[in-house]
T-cell receptor, first 114, second 110 residues
Framework: EDQVTQSPEALRLQEGESSSLNCSYTVSGLRGLFWYRQDPGKGPEFLFTLYSAGEEKEKERLKATLTKKESFLHITAPKPEDSATYLCAVQANRLGGGSYIPTFGRGTSLIVHP | DTAVSQTPKYLVTQMGNDKSIKCEQNLGHDTMYWYKQDSKKFLKIMFSYNNKELIINETVPNRFSPKSPDKAHLNLHINSLELGDSAVYFC?????????FGPGTRLTVL
């Protein structure tokens, strides 16, 4: 069974204090790792897709990286508006072929204090 | 224009009732999903439809029945609601792995 574990569960930062969120995964046949941001009362919003180890993607203060076992979401000099829950999801082959099942981690709740 | 929309936004009902949640996407995607998000924010997939055909049903009780009249719509009907069904339900559509989520429906069963 595919496993996705995110850490820490919650993170409090001061504005400008850089940090990283972790997403560890155990899947057979990774077909993509995805990062989403979820604000309270809203649906998750897509941030990045990573497909192979060594790949990196950047958007403003966020940078996502991927290895064969985990992904990191680096937040550089965060601002209060970066406060949200960050979700990691993997998409992998099913045993014996068939459709992909997206599996989500439980998320990291980030609060950035001014 | 809203890409993925859900109605209603909030749903409060009594145990034992039957209710439906509607979802529509205007993105032209072939694949749509229903997710349940519990109080601890864990997103668990319930159903997936690809071009109107059910392709995943992840051990969801048969009180839950998805219905797709066309590939732009995926509705969720729930019979005999139970307290444990209280959660936020999200509809999503997918293109090239990336998912587009609706705003969610908060279901409260009293």
């Amino acid at each position: 069974e595919d496993q996705v574990t995110q850490s820490p569960e919650a993170l409090r930062l001061q504005e400008g204090e850089s940090s990283s969120l972790n997403c560890s995964y155990t899947v057979s046949g990774l077909r993509g790792l995805f990062w989403y941001r979820q604000d309270p009362g809203k649906g998750p919003e897509f941030l990045f897709t990573l497909y192979s180890a060594g790949e990196e993607k950047e958007k403003e203060r966020l940078k996502a990286t991927l290895t064969k076992k985990e992904s990191f979401l680096h937040i550089t000099a965060p601002k209060p508006e970066d406060s949200a829950t960050y979700l990691c999801a993997v998409q992998a082959n099913r045993l014996g072929g068939g459709s992909y099942i997206p599996t989500f981690g439980r998320g990291t709740s980030l609060i950035v204090h001014p | 224009d809203t890409a993925v929309s859900q109605t209603p936004k909030y749903l409060v009902t009594q145990m034992g009732n039957d209710k439906s949640i509607k979802c529509e996407q205007n993105l032209g995607h072939d694949t749509m999903y229903w997710y349940k998000q519990d109080s601890k924010k864990f997103l668990k997939i319930m159903f997936s439809y690809n071009n109107k055909e059910l392709i995943i049903n992840e051990t969801v009780p048969n009180r839950f029945s998805p219905k797709s009249p066309d590939k732009a719509h995926l509705n969720l009907h729930i019979n005999s609601l139970e307290l444990g069904d209280s959660a936020v339900y999200f509809c999503a559509s997918k293109s090239q792995g990336r998912q587009f989520f609706g705003p969610g429906t908060r279901l409260t069963v009293l």
